[in-house]
């Protein structure tokens, strides 16, 4: 499958294209819905120098994106679909957690012309709150318990209205590996963390 069909969700060195189908379908049986997300970067966890070509927009602070969480009843599974691309993902109910981790292709300058092999991994983590757990803490992320228990309130799950999910709070960590083939001046890794925070817009295919 061609990398742009692989797209990540930090515009540094993607290449996101959008989905060929009018609608999406979104693997599973359980759609939470889709969410619009703001990633601001978090420089006393960020080891990559901003100053440096490969990495000169980390120094806007922040992005947005969206994407939209699906799950499996039966066996479990879980997804991350952005951009009509569905990114495998894990779910834990016991802390309402989705994770989904991608790695894609991605040259960096200061590698070289013929450096070859360089990469880009991003880890999503972000623990899904239902709106009753979101009012709990102001609807605020910064108001989530930083021991890892939930807010009170009702766990997220099918209404009649839709998915009762309406925060989502976490992070999102992007690791640069280097080249491995052809002659590349890049020798070590470095990584980027962001705190995300998102809101659901409506049900996933509404």
Request: hydrophobic content about 35%; some cysteine; aromatic content about 8%.
């Amino acid at each position: 499958m061609p990398l742009s069909r692989r797209p990540l969700l930090l515009p540094l060195l993607a290449l996101v294209v959008a989905a060929c189908v009018s609608e999406t379908v979104y693997p599973g049986d359980v759609v939470v819905g889709l969410f619009g997300f703001h990633a601001q970067a978090d420089w006393a966890r960020t080891d990559c120098d901003a100053g440096s070509p490969d990495f000169s927009r980390l120094v806007d602070g922040g992005f947005d994106f969206s994407g939209s969480f699906s799950r499996d009843s039966v066996d479990g599974g879980a997804w991350l679909t952005v951009n009509g691309f569905s990114r495998s993902a894990a779910y834990d109910p016991a802390t309402q957690r989705y994770v989904s981790i991608q790695r894609s292709g991605a040259p960096l300058p200061s590698c070289g012309e013929t450096c070859q092999g360089a990469q880009m991994e991003e880890t999503l983590s972000v623990v899904v709150l239902s709106d009753s757990q979101s009012r709990a803490m102001g609807s605020q992320c910064a108001n989530l318990p930083s021991d890892g228990g939930l807010p009170d309130g009702s766990v997220p799950g099918p209404t009649v209205n839709g998915y009762d999910a309406e925060k989502a709070c976490g992070s999102l960590k992007v690791t640069f590996l280097p080249g491995t083939r052809g002659v590349c001046t890049c020798t070590t890794s470095c990584t980027a963390v962001y705190g995300v925070e998102g809101d659901r817009r409506f049900n996933a295919g509404q």
